[in-house]
Each structure stands twice: as structure tokens, then as C-alpha cells.
């Protein structure tokens, strides 16, 4: 641990108790950054933790909602897309200057700032949310080594477990490796969509257009609904936690001139890495509306539904197998996200700590538990409600994470120097508020069916 961002409590200003052990205190400020470096130099060096950020916005909730969106409306949800990223941006931003400004992260300042009536509630949801991003990354792995090796999704369940043994080891050998791996499955996800968008020959001129927010997306209720899914499953509950804990694995100084530095380098990090989230979630609505849209296949939502038609329509056998690699990668790339984002959570709560594969394992249980036995008495359609399920269930605990992120962020009292602008505070407060609302919405929707 660098001596100057040792783990000595600050004043407590604003906070009702002084931080306590820094946040992944085993890997806190691990990744040296060049004192007297360039710009470009540091830059680098900050580049790694908004690419896992950016994992949570392309996971198998969005897929679905994006197959959906493109199949049914061509390409004008793509506009949706590209302000549920511009949203993603804004509070991403807010986690970084919290993990940075306040030196907690989003678990910590809620065990700092609020009595523990109120943050062990907190923790609870927390954890819950965990155990929902767990199932649906579940899910994702199962159908995509269903897809490509034709194991059955009940036994796909079971076997995506022995991930904890992967994570375990890129945690051994240092965070870069564990950032590594994600950048590396990113790429051949961005590579398999780039290669099946080529197949499909979209109509460009169509996409630019898609990209700009039409009446119509009001107007009409059919797409309308689709683009409250879109809105709603973009922010998940638990990037939250994570990115404000990930930034301060950056051994960045403590000095006011070096923390101001690092929020800009870090929101730097994240935009790059959500622009490139954007791409592929606007490559998954492109793909859907080249092929099926195009071919009057209006109604293709379900992961597997798209994998089989994929050859037919793009005469191509190896469509359907981009196809299953880019969902597997996904999958595998959620296992990291959310074994950090457990680890933040239940140690920033409650300062607890238990050994990785321990803490690894209950949460794994926890998903896997429901996953199998629905897969087994259900099937496939099991899995797909399941899957909704978990959306709902993040859903639900968004808004006892996002709030308080903002208060958090507005305060002087708690932030110091390094309070969010007051521009910036508004803008994320109507950013929370519409996140909050259409996820409302779509609950209320779940409910009544």
C-alpha cells in the first residue's frame, strides 16, 4: 500500500463515524500511478476499472430487451439506448468522485453517514441485489454453453460454480490480470457483433437516424414500453458499489491538486468504457434489426430464439456461433463484476471480512440454488422468467443505492473540496428520479402482468 494513501482515518466532518479500512483494502492502491508521468501516462494507468464498470450494462437483461427493441421497431430504440448510456455516464461520474473525494466506497459511506437501523436495511438489499445479478449471469453462461457445445441448461447451471476457482486465481496474481481478462472478453465480444453486423449489411443511413429521439417513441405504446425496459435495465444497482471501490485501487496521492486529477482520469476510464458498453448493446439492436426486423420477424426476444435463426437469414453457419461466444464472454465477464461487487458490499456494510472463496461461494449457492431447480422442473421458458425475475428484483433495490449516492455526492459537509457541482447534482437527481420511476413502472407492470 502506498505510504501515502495509508488507511489512517480522516476527520469525520460531515460523516457520523471516520472511515475505517479502505475499500478492497488487499488491493488498494495497488496500481502505481507516475507521479511526475504525463497526462497520457496516468491516463493509462487509470484505464481498466470502467471496463468492468462497463460489464453490468451489457448483460443478458439487456440483450433481451435489445433483441427485442430491434426486432420488433427496426432501428429507432436506438436512441434510447444512447441517453440510457448518456445517463449511465452521469452516475458512474458521481461513484468516482465519492470513491475518491470521500476515500469510501457507495457500502462504506452508507455504514458512515447513517445509524445502523437504517444501513443494515440497506445491506440486506444490497445483497439481495447481488444474489439477482448472480441468477442472471447464471443464466447467460448456461444458455451459452447450451448454444455452443449443446450441454444442457440444467448442467450448464452447475457447472458455471468452478468459476470460483478462475476468480480466485486472477485475484492471486493482481488486479490488472482480473482487468486484462475483462478487456480481452470485451474484445471478442465487440469482435463477434462487428462480424455478424457485416453479415447482416444494415442500412446505415437508417442507424444514424436511429440514433435520433423521435415522437414516435412516445406515442406509440408497443414502443414505448420497450424503451422504459431499455431505460430501466441500464442502471444496475450494484456498478454502484463496485465503481466507487474500484477507483481507489489507483495509488494516486493524497493531496487535493492529485485526488482532483484522479476523478478526471477516472471519469475519463468510465465514459471510454460505457462508450464502448453503448456499442455493443447498439450492435445486438442492429444485428436484430438487419436480420429479423428486415425478414418480418417482429416478435424475436429470447436468447435462444435468436441463436437459431441467426443462420438461416444470414446464410451463415458461423452467425450463430458469434452469436454463443459473445454470450458466454458476457457471462464470464459478469462472474468478476459481481464477485467484487459482493466483496464491496459485504465488507463496506458490516466490516466483515471471510475468506474470498468462502464469501464467493454462499453468494454462488444462493443463485445457483433457484437457477437449478427451475431449470430442471421448467426448462428453457423457466430460465427466461427467471431471468425477468432478476431484473425485477434489481429493480427494486436501485433506488437504496442511487439516492444515496447523490446526497452523498451533493453534500459539502461529507464531500469536502470535492462536492459535485451543483449543475451536476441536478442533472443527477432527474437522472435518478426517471431511472427510479421507469423501474416503478415496470415492476408495476411485472405485478399486473
Not at 28 to 46: D, E
Not at 102 to 107: E, N, T
Not at 357 to 372: D, E, G, H, N, Q
Amino acid at each position: 500500500m502506498p505510504p501515502d494513501q495509508a488507511a489512517t482515518p480522516p476527520a469525520p466532518g460531515g460523516w457520523r463515524a471516520a472511515r475505517g479500512e479502505p475499500s478492497l483494502a488487499d488491493m488498494f492502491g495497488s496500481v502505481r500511478v507516475a507521479k511526475g508521468g504525463s497526462f497520457w501516462r496516468k491516463l493509462v494507468a487509470f484505464l481498466g476499472p470502467g471496463y468492468l464498470v462497463a460489464v453490468g450494462y451489457m448483460d443478458p437483461g439487456n440483450w433481451a430487451t435489445s433483441l427485442a427493441g430491434g426486432s420488433k421497431f427496426g432501428y429507432a430504440l436506438l436512441a434510447v439506448a444512447l441517453i440510457s448510456n448518456m445517463m449511465a455516464i452521469v452516475l458512474q461520474a458521481l461513484c468516482a468522485r465519492l470513491g475518491v473525494g470521500s476515500g469510501r466506497d457507495l457500502a462504506q459511506a452508507c455504514r458512515d453517514a447513517y445509524p445502523k437501523w437504517v444501513s443494515w436495511p440497506l445491506w440486506l438489499l444490497a445483497e439481495i441485489a447481488i444474489s439477482a445479478t448472480d441468477l442472471a449471469e447464471i443464466i447467460g453462461t448456461a444458455i451459452g454453453l447450451n448454444l455452443l457445445f449443446g450441454i444442457p441448461l440444467e448442467i450448464g447451471v452447475l457447472i458455471t460454480a468452478a468459476d470460483v476457482f478462475l476468480i480466485l486465481a486472477l485475484q492471486a496474481i493482481g488486479f490488472r490480470w482480473i482487468e486484462a481478462f475483462v478487456v480481452a472478453l470485451l474484445g471478442v465480444i465487440a469482435a463477434c457483433f462487428a462480424v455478424q453486423i457485416a453479415m447482416a449489411d444494415p442500412d446505415w443511413g437508417q442507424v444514424i437516424r436511429g440514433f435520433a429521439p423521435t415522437v414516435n417513441i412516445v406515442a406509440n405504446r408497443d414502443m414505448l414500453y420497450l424503451a422504459l425496459g431499455i431505460l430501466g435495465a441500464t442502471v444496475m444497482p450494484h456498478n454502484l458499489y463496485l465503481h466507487s471501490g474500484l477507483v481507489q485501487t489507483r495509488g494516486y496521492g493524497d493531496s487535493v491538486p492529485e485526488k482532483k486529477e484522479a476523478i478526471t482520469l477516472a471519469t475519463i476510464d468510465s465514459t471510454i468504457a460505457l462508450c464502448l458498453a453503448l456499442l455493443i448493446n447498439a450492435s445486438i439492436l442492429i444485428l436484430a434489426a438487419a436480420t429479423f426486423h428486415k425478414a418480418g420477424k417482429t416478435d424475436v426476444a429470447e436468447l435462444d430464439q435468436a441463436h437459431t435463426l441467426l443462420s438461416p437469414m444470414l446464410g451463415s453457419s458461423i452467425a450463430p456461433t458469434l452469436f454463443g461466444i459473445a454470450l458466454l464472454c458476457c457471462g464470464l465477464n459478469s462472474t468478476v463484476t459481481a464477485t467484487l461487487s459482493g466483496q464491496i458490499v459485504m465488507e463496506g456494510f458490516i466490516n466483515i471480512k471471510i475468506a474470498p472463496w468462502l464469501r464467493r461461494l454462499v453468494t454462488r449457492m444462493i443463485a445457483i440454488v433457484p437457477a437449478a431447480i427451475v431449470t430442471i422442473w421448467y426448462g428453457e421458458k423457466g430460465t427466461a422468467q427467471l431471468l425477468i425475475l432478476s431484473q425485477v428484483v434489481l429493480s427494486l433495490q436501485l433506488p437504496f443505492a442511487i439516492v444515496p449516492l447523490v446526497l452523498f455526492t451533493a453534500s459539502k459537509a461529507k464531500m469536502g473540496t470535492f462536492v459535485a457541482p451543483r449543475w451536476l447534482s441536478f442533472i443527477a437527481a432527474i437522472i435518478a428520479a426517471v431511472v427510479i420511476a421507469l423501474n416503478v413502472k415496470l415492476l408495476i407492470d411485472f405485478v399486473t402482468g
